[in-house]
């Protein structure tokens, strides 16, 4: 097969790693991909949003699987676009289409799906800048602290958790009549705070079978100790011990089933990724969101676990045979380190050569934010590269990822030394 894989992060270059390894796959291409996804393919200077590029691209190197990486182009309706093009209908693509793409694109709608098929999760309300009165009335009753979400996509932005009821109804106002994140805010979730230990649960789905990969934890915050600013992710580990075989079939019974379900049942197709963001509060699973892809780091860390044919499994995917497809785990576990840009997530240095990736020894280098110039690897994105390893227990894996992490150089290079350690 001729696979084409959209985006160009950590985590397409950790799908392009496992699909080269598929004797199934025989050309494989990347766009727009990064400095080091030359490794598994080639990379192809296209856009993810530039369809008809992409679609000229497909046509002419017979694609036979697109695999859509990140949920910009799910949302702007990729699959339908493929759908839609009688020359194209017949290559799968992998990724929902765009009304599925609604359980990541927008908070309101995930939340009513959720509250449609009994789904377990914060009780919410979402307002408008017209039924700002009612928001108001509204935190007043809703205890603290309380979320705010802005109902579309804000680049991770868009959550604000609020400690009292004068900043909760200062932002509210703010997301609502001044935009604070574009038409992204021009609804906005209120919902109940969750306490608990967060973990990424993923399904992929021909939109009637379905298969669960290994789940991950992910390290959003920038500092150690899980403290400054959001980012898209320092790190991951896979498996997550608190995932326990008890809990795990809570979260299929609770959560999985009927959300592939009531997918089902309400005429939603979905042949792709579901990626379930949960809080496990003392051992109840409960969504803190979908999204309709793959996480990044997430995908370095699950990647390496996955034994099985993975083109086997997206073929299972395209064709609604999954339930015929056998997918093993690795009982390892994969420790994922993310070396960043000085700076980030704020405004970050760029363009900075990189140095020490061949004295990685224990560890999958995976780039992200990289550039080819000539010879040199240039650091050009927030999250630079991820460093994956695969250790039979814990702890070792745990101070490979840490110590191989630390080889890497560039001017301002700053990687979490505590990935993984609240685990042990
Ligand atoms: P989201 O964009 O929905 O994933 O939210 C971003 C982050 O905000 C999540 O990863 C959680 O850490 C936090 N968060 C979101 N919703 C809640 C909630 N209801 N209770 C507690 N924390 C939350
Ligand atoms: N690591 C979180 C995400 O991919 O959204």
């Not at 039924?131 to 959550?159: C, S």
């Not at 079978?209 to 320092?234: C, Q, S, V």
């Not at 560039?410 to 979490?416: K, L, N, S």
Request: proline share 4%; net charge negative.
């Amino acid at each position: 097969m001729n696979i084409l894989i959209l985006g160009s992060g950590g985590r397409e270059s950790a799908f392009a790693w496992k699909i080269a390894q598929s004797p199934k796959c025989e050309n494989l291409f990347i766009a727009p991909g990064n400095a080091g996804t030359g490794q598994y393919g080639t990379n192809v200077d296209l856009k993810v949003t530039d369809f008809a590029g992409i679609k000229a691209f497909a046509l002419a190197n017979a694609i036979d699987m697109v695999l859509v990486g990140p949920e910009e182009p799910l949302v702007k309706g990729i699959h339908d676009f493929f759908l839609a093009d009688a020359e194209i209908q017949h290559i799968p693509v992998i990724g929902p289409q765009q009304e599925a793409a609604q359980l990541e694109g927008s908070k309101d709608f995930s939340k009513e799906f959720m509250q449609r098929n009994n789904i377990p999760t914060a009780a919410s309300k979402t307002f408008t800048k017209d039924t700002l009165q009612e928001g108001f009335d509204y935190l007043a009753t809703a205890g603290l602290p309380v979320v705010l979400k802005a109902d579309g996509l804000a680049a991770g932005k868009g959550v604000l958790i609020c400690l009292t009821l004068e900043e909760a109804k200062l932002e509210l106002a703010e997301m609502l009549t001044e935009a604070k994140f574009g038409d992204a805010s021009s609804k906005v979730v209120i919902e109940q705070f969750l306490t608990g230990i967060e973990l990424s649960v993923f399904v992929m789905t021909d939109g009637t079978n379905y298969k669960i990969l290994p789940e991950a934890k992910d390290y959003k915050r920038i500092g150690e100790g899980d403290t400054g600013l959001n980012t898209g992710g320092m790190g991951s580990v896979s498996p997550v011990h608190f995932a326990d075989a008890e809990f795990m079939a809570k979260v299929e019974q609770r959560v999985i089933i009927p959300t592939v379900e009531g997918l089902k049942k309400e005429g939603i197709p979905y042949k792709g990724f579901i990626f379930i963001g949960l809080m496990n509060t003392h051992g109840e699973p409960w969504v803190i969101e979908y999204n309709c892809r793959m996480g990044d780091p997430e995908t370095e860390s699950v990647m390496p676990r996955i034994e099985s044919d993975f083109v086997d499994l997206l073929e299972g995917v395209a064709e609604g045979n999954l339930n015929e497809k056998n997918i093993t785990i690795s009982d390892k576990t994969a420790v994922t380190v993310v070396c960043v840009a000085g700076g980030y997530p704020g405004e970050y240095l760029k363009n900075k050569a990189i140095s020490g990736i061949e004295n990685v020894r224990g560890s999958h280098v995976f780039h992200a934010g990289t550039t080819l110039n000539g010879e040199e690897v240039l650091a050009t994105g927030g999250r630079v590269l991820a460093i994956t390893t695969l250790q039979d227990d814990m702890f070792t894996a745990l101070q490979q990822a840490t110590a191989d992490a630390a080889r890497i150089y560039y001017d301002g290079v700053y990687f979490r030394k505590d990935i993984g350690f609240d685990l042990l």
